[in-house]
Every structure is written in C-alpha cells, then in structure tokens.
C-alpha cells in the first residue's frame, strides 16, 4: 500500500496514506486517547441516525430526523496540526508533509474538558476516589450513593484508564443520577443505560462489522442516548447474542452476567469445555454451509473417533454453551455425529508429517490408545498397536451397547487410522517382560501404555459368586457377541453409573420385563448423566436410590434374593467416597439375575514402576481411573505429545491442518428465524420397538435439521476476534539497572511488584529517584516498578497499603512494617 511521511511529535514516521492520524501515531507507537474510536471501526463512516430507541420498555423518539449525518465525537483525540490549530485525530486523514503535535498544555487543556463534558452525564465519584484501588463498591467509606458508584468494572474499564491519564478537572460537575433504565433480567447481558456516553461503538460494531444491526443511537435532550430499535427486548429486536457490543464498549453500560462466562482463556467455552478442544463453532459453520466433508476432518484434527463421540460422548460442550441461556444449547453432540453419518465413508483427508524413522509402540485398542497412536502416525512415527482383544476398540466395544454406539460406527473411525498406516497386533498377551524384551529391547523408541480397566469391581459381600450374579462389563460383553442368556424374573443391577444404566436397559432387552437398579447415592449424587437416566426410567427400569447391598441369599447355588442396608452417607466431609450405613435398616428384594456394576479395576500383568522406565509413557483409564470417551482420548493426545518430546520432535504439531477450518469475515447478519428455532429431536424408535431390538434409539438428524440447528450458533468465538481497545501507556516499568535514570527526583511513593505485578512493596519517599536507585543497588527482588508523586507521600502510602489489604488480604513488605512498630 502507497505511504506516505509525516512529523509526529518531532520524529518523522511513514505510514499508510489515507489513514486516519490517529491510527497512524498508534502504529508508531504515540498513544493519543479516544472513546469513539476503535481499530475495529471505520472512523470515515457516514453515521445513520434511528427516529428513535428502545431502553427496556421506554421508548425515546429523536429530536432530529433518521438519516445519515457526521459521526458523534468525544473529543479525546485532539492534536496540533501544523502549527497549534487543534483538530481530531480520528477522522483526520495523514497526508504527506502532515506535522502533527500530542502533547502540550492547550492540547492537556482541551482534552480535559473534553473528558469534563463525557462524565458530567457518567458516574465518577470513584474514579476521584483515593481508596478505589481493591475497592468492591458494595460498601463506600464517603458516602457515596449506591446509583452514583462505579459498577464492577472499576480499575478495569476503558474510561476509569483513560480518565487516570487524561485527568479530571476539580471543577467536573457532580453527576446526578438521572433514572436511565437498568436492565438485568435478559440473558446473558446487563445494559445499563445510566454508564452510557454515547459513544455509538456498540451501535457501528453491531450494524457495520455484525451487520445484524440491533442497536440505534438518536439525539434527545442534546445527550446521545443508545438503545434497541427493533423492540424493547434483545430478542424482538432479533440480537444474535455474539457479544461484540459487550466487548466494545468502553464504560460498562452493556456487560456479561456474571454466572455465565463469555470466553475462557480466548477461546468459545465449548471449546474448552470439550477436553479435545474441538472446534465446535469451526464445525458447526462448515455444516450450516453444507459442508458435511470439511466439517468432519476438522473434527477429525483433535477427534480421531469422531462418529464414537458423535452417538456416545456426554457433551460437556452442551453444558457450557451459551445458547443455553436463551432457550437450549445447541445440538453440538448430534451434529458431530451427522457429520460423521453424511461424510464418514469418504475417504478421508490424510496430512501426516514426513517418516522419521522412530518407532512407537502403543498398547490398548481403547479410545485413550488409538488417539495416541494418531497423533504419533501424523507425527511422521511408525506405529504399531498392540491389544490382547481380537478387536480394536477397547471398551467401545465392550462397555457401550449398540444401542447406544453399533460396531459399524466404530469400524469406519478405526478406517482413518488404518489408512494412516497402523499396524495392528491382536490377540497378544501383554506383561511387563513383553514390554521389556519384545518393544523396548527390540527397536521400538518409545512405549505409550494405555491398557484400561477392563475388569468389573467386586462388592465383596456374601454370595457375590453364587450363580446368576454377573460382572457388569462380562454381562455387556456377551449381549454386544450375542451370547448372553435371556433375562427372565427379577433382575438387579448394582450400581449407579453410566455402565450400571447400559446394563440395565440391556437387561430388558434381554426378555427381563423387572428390572431395578441399586445405587447408594441419592438421585441429586448419582453420577450417571441424567439423560440417561430418564432414558432407563422411561424404557421402565425402576430406579432406587440410597441403599447398598448387604449379602445376597441363595437357593439350590443361584441366587434368589438380595439383602439391602439404608446408606446413610455416600461421601464424608472431605468430599472422599465413604459410605456410611444404618444397620438397623433393611430392605429385600426378590431377585433371578444381578448384574454387578459399580465400577472398572485394572486387570493389568504390567508393573506401575514400568513407567519410570525412559521412553515408557501412559494414557488413558490406565492413569486416570474410570472416566469418558473423550477424556480418554484427551489424555492420549497428550501422551503422543509427550512421546513427540521424548523422540526430538516437539515442535511438531499434528492438529495444525488450516485448509478446513472457517476463516469468519465477523459478518453475521440479520436472521428473522434465530430465536425461533427449537431444539431438534431426532426421530426415535417407539417404546414397545427399541426393547425388541439392539438397534439405535435415536436417528441421525437430517440435513435440513442439522443446517438449522447449526445456524443456532451464537458465535462466541468471534468475540476473540475483536481487537483490543488501545489504552494508556504502561505505568509499570521494568525493575532494573538503568531504571532510576527515568524516575523523578521528587516526594512520593515507590510501588514495587513480582511477576505478577502484584505489590511487594510500598514506600513513601521524600527523593523516589534516591529510593529506586538505592532498592536496584540492594537488588531488592522484584520485577516492575512504578511510582506516584506525592508531597503528602505519607498519606498516599497508606491509602496504597490499605487498598492492598483489602485486594489481597495481606500488607507488602510486611516485616519492614513491623520494624517501624
């Protein structure tokens, strides 16, 4: 792009013609202050005026006609341009031979009654306030009224920084609450019209980047005031909840409910909901587009059994989506699983990492032990599986129902890795001389052992071994081969997690018309999803909670009936599972059959010290206990990570596939149809039908539910997108040598902090450049500095350490504090 040179604060600088001067000094590096303005946001265009807004339930009508006009300005960005001639900044375009000055006091002067203007109409009374610092403003030692305090976001907003480094004159008029609306019951947004200024961000962002245009501004009064202008609520006026005004504005006036988070670390919450950390909203763009193919590889970069998850995952992602808070979340789990169905016998997409020439072994054809064993093969690994099952797939296979996740699913994920280049090895008994002499003493680089706990927990009560009392996962196992006995009588199954309802819906499907499930929690404890539950009840498997098993009776060798005991306490004050029971409380049942599931144990011949072996590495059940599909492989993904390090190829990352994923533009655009979209429900087979068959109880959702559903997205991840709003310069600086020579020699006090840049110390000085030179010779241990001149430095430094104690419950520098007592 053409640049051009123009002379900033004496330093000429080239920079992109046609940029505004504001824009040019930022990217040099000047900071002139603004709240109009923002990068993401067009300063040059033309403004379009509503009649008039919606706040909450007022309705303001304009004193001026609609139409396009000159954008409202705050005044903050003033300059001298060539010469004193004070001008805005932000809509001035940078011509060559431009000479522009931002500091001075006619400048300093200017800007302060800009700022004056802004907050006579904006509460400030905390923004002047000597304590604010750790202040919460629930409680105000001056009085301050409760609508005349700052919200939350004191010491933290846009306009608090910009006011500490513009300054607020004495002669600020007092602000008065005026009774603009306040409105916190809608979800997952406050508008607070009473911090508003009028500075019409949240109303560009949302019309010209967005494009759903929700919100309006319109003149009243001689004051700018914002509101909806579509209806009084944020869903009449057909809001897409994607939080770009929220992240925009610059007071406070539109901010997050609190109890509902809007990113986590940068990312959508779904995404890191999900331990893969799968692009949820990346895939759920593509398949609104119909593209069904680009969906499923990019699933596929984090998600090696994408159609596993897809019919069996607990979708964590659900429980954190934010759509949620509107009506229900979004079908994340279900459209995984379309994607899976519509695209999964394409051949899919490989992008492996040139061969290394190292080998990895892995053992476990389970979850944990095939995402593994993806990763280190598009590492540029050879990889070779081992597995004593005559099968891949672990306890896919052997702990999930087909009527949950049919083995065909899982057969056409394990064609992914197979078209990757695995090598398998079934049918092998694995110990830990197998281990030693076969993989590591026989050109194998590394080991990942990811064996799980394919062996049901014991009760250890009496009769536990009398006939017709089954292991749970055996009893699964020989229903997913077809050789399990028919169920007829009573049935019981123990226990109350996720595998105990697999049983016990398998069970009536088995010909048990009777079947109760035994569990010690209460229903508010038990850990199978609820879900899942309602599934089992509504199939007609009687639920009863709070009772644990005491000895089961027998008649001629086979059991007959079961003896309860009242549990009492499932877990004791620390939170550790610790049943407690009252012996005087007894329940029997009749019983034909129990089926055993309260939990896996490792039938493993291989010897936990095998991974203190170099090169030998674990993943899965194997180290985390009983857990989920997706943890699981989470935890096998960072396994191969580790082998990558071990192995010299760390900087390798094998989800780095960009040709699938959704580069957004940020448009959205308005959608009549957003908030009227419900919840798909797939068709499902009839009652009397699903206990007669093995066969899937839902059906995948068609192509014209899934683009819908997909379309429900509310595209948190596009808030991340967003550019940071340029603040003030950093008032920490650096705590070394040198430092002194840019500190005042004047009184005042000396802030010292770590890392962190939370205080370490506190000292009011009569010379802070004798203090900070003194404190860099004692090599006193902290990291940034900064400073506050003070004559009256004794009382700053307490007001400082007084709101460090409120902040951090305890006072910097306490044992010199102590000397001075």
């Given amino acids: 792009m053409p640049t051009v040179q123009i002379v900033i604060d004496g330093k000429t600088f080239s920079v992109v013609e046609g940029i505004s001067v504001l824009e040019a000094a930022r990217a040099s590096g000047i900071y002139i202050p603004g709240l109009c303005s923002h990068p993401d946001l067009d300063a040059f265009k033309s403004f379009n005026w509503s009649k008039g807004v919606w706040q909450g339930k007022v309705w303001i009508a304009g004193e001026e006609a609609e139409g396009e006009s000159e954008l409202p300005h705050c005044e903050l960005c003033l300059v001298a341009v060539n010469g004193n001639t004070l001008q805005r900044s932000c809509d001035l375009q940078a011509v060559a031979g431009m000479t522009i000055r931002t500091t001075g006091d006619d400048i300093h002067s200017a800007r302060r009654e800009s700022l004056k203007r802004i907050l006579a109409n904006h509460p400030h009374a905390c923004l002047t306030c000597a304590?604010?610092?750790?202040?919460?403003?629930?409680?105000?030692?001056?009085?301050v009224p409760v609508e005349e305090r700052c919200c939350e976001l004191l010491n933290r907003c846009e306009i608090g920084k910009l006011a500490d480094f513009i300054g607020i004159t004495s002669n600020t008029p007092a602000y008065r609450h005026s009774g603009r609306p306040v409105i916190l019951d809608e979800p997952l947004f406050i508008r607070d019209y009473e911090l508003c200024i009028g500075c019409t961000r949240c109303v560009r962002i949302c019309r010209d980047v967005r494009g759903v245009d929700v919100l309006g501004a319109t003149l009243s009064a001689g004051r700018v005031l914002?509101?909806?202008?579509?209806?009084?609520?944020?869903?009449?006026?057909?809001?897409?909840?994607?939080?770009?005004?929220?992240?925009?504005?610059?007071?406070?006036?539109?901010?997050?409910?609190?109890?509902?988070?809007?990113?986590v670390d940068g990312e959508a919450p779904c995404v890191v909901a999900c331990p893969l950390g799968i692009d949820v909203p990346g895939y759920l763009e593509l398949i609104a587009d119909g593209r069904d193919y680009e969906a499923l590889e990019l699933i596929r970069q984090r998600a090696v059994l994408p159609g596993a998850l897809g019919y069996a995952c607990f979708h964590p992602c659900e429980e954190a989506c934010r759509r949620g808070a509107l009506d229900a979340p979004a079908s994340i789990c279900a459209l995984k699983r379309f994607a899976s169905d519509a695209a999964g016998i394409e051949p899919p997409h490989l992008i492996k990492a040139p061969p290394t020439g190292k080998r990895a072994a892995v053992i476990g054809g389970g979850p944990a032990g095939l995402a593994a064993a993806a990763d280190l093969l598009r590492a540029g690994h050879q990889i070779t599986l081992f597995d004593r099952s005559e099968q891949l797939g672990g306890m896919l296979r052997v702990a999930i129902p087909d009527f949950r996740l049919p083995d065909q699913v899982i057969d056409r994920d394990l064609k992914y890795l197979m078209a990757l280049g695995l090598e398998i090895r079934l049918g092998m008994e694995i110990n830990d001389d197998f281990v030693l002499q076969r993989l590591l003493y026989d050109g194998f680089d590394a080991v990942v052992l990811a064996v799980g706990r394919p062996k049901s927990a014991r009760l250890g009560v009496e009769g536990e071994d009398l006939e017709n009392v089954m292991p749970g996962l055996i009893f699964l196992n020989k229903a997913a081969e077809r050789m399990a006995p028919?169920?007829?009588?009573?049935?019981?199954?123990?226990?109350?997690?996720?595998?105990?309802?697999?049983?016990?819906?398998?069970?009536?499907?088995?010909?048990s018309a009777q079947v109760k499930m035994i569990c010690l929690e209460t229903r508010a404890e038990i850990p199978a999803f609820a879900e899942e539950l309602d599934e089992a009840a509504l199939e007609g498997v009687e639920i009863i909670t709070g009772w644990g098993v005491s000895y089961f009776n027998s008649e001629n060798g086979k059991v007959r009936e079961i003896v309860l005991k009242k549990c009492i306490r499932v877990f004791d004050e620390k939170r550790c599972f610790n049943p407690a029971y009252d012996p005087e409380r007894r329940l029997s049942l009749p019983a034909n059959w129990v089926i055993v599931a309260i939990g896996q144990s490792i039938e493993s011949k291989i010897h936990p010290n095998l991974?203190?072996?170099?090169?030998?590495?674990?993943?899965?059940?194997?180290?985390?206990?009983?857990?989920?599909?997706?943890?699981?492989?989470?935890?096998?993904?960072?396994?191969?990570?580790?082998?990558?390090?071990?192995?010299?190829?760390?900087?390798?990352?094998?989800?780095?596939?960009?040709?699938?994923?959704?580069?957004?533009?940020?448009?959205?655009?308005?959608?009549?149809?957003?908030?009227?979209?419900?919840?798909?429900?797939?068709?499902?087979?009839?009652?009397?039908?699903?206990?007669?068959?093995?066969?899937?109880?839902?059906?995948?959702?068609?192509?014209?539910?899934?683009?819908?559903?997909?379309?429900c997205c509310l595209k948190c991840h596009l808030r991340a997108t967003i550019s940071p709003a340029p603040l003030p310069p950093d008032e920490w600086k650096r705590f070394e040598a040198g430092l002194e020579l840019s500190v005042p020699q004047v009184e005042g006090v000396l802030i010292l902090a770590d890392a962190t840049r939370k205080p370490v110390k506190i000292t009011g000085v009569e010379d802070i450049r004798a203090a900070c030179a003194k404190l860099i010779t004692d090599k006193f241990a902290a990291a940034y500095c900064r400073w506050e001149a003070d004559p009256m430095f004794t009382k700053r430094e307490s007001e400082l350490i007084q709101a460090h104690l409120q902040n951090y419950g305890e006072i910097p520098d306490a044992d010199e504090l102590d000397e001075l007592f």
């Fill in 131 to 143: 304590q604010r610092e750790g202040c919460s403003c629930a409680q105000c030692s001056m009085n």
């Fill in 226 to 263: 914002i509101g909806t202008t579509g209806g009084a609520s944020l869903v009449e006026s057909l809001c897409r909840f994607c939080g770009a005004c929220v992240a925009i504005c610059p007071t406070g006036a539109l901010r997050d409910q609190s109890n509902i988070a809007a990113l």
């Fill in 486 to 511: 028919r169920l007829d009588g009573d049935v019981i199954v123990i226990g109350g997690g996720n595998v105990a309802v697999d049983v016990a819906r398998t069970a009536r499907r088995l010909g």
């Fill in 611 to 711: 991974l203190n072996r170099p090169g030998v590495f674990a993943a899965g059940d194997f180290v985390l206990g009983s857990s989920s599909i997706v943890k699981a492989m989470a935890d096998g993904r960072k396994a191969a990570q580790k082998v990558n390090e071990y192995l010299g190829c760390p900087d390798f990352v094998p989800n780095d596939f960009r040709q699938y994923q959704k580069i957004d533009s940020g448009y959205l655009g308005r959608d009549p149809e957003f908030h009227r979209r419900q919840r798909p429900i797939p068709d499902r087979l009839a009652l009397a039908a699903r206990l007669q068959t093995m066969q899937p109880v839902e059906t995948t959702l068609t192509a014209e539910q899934a683009r819908a559903e997909a379309h």
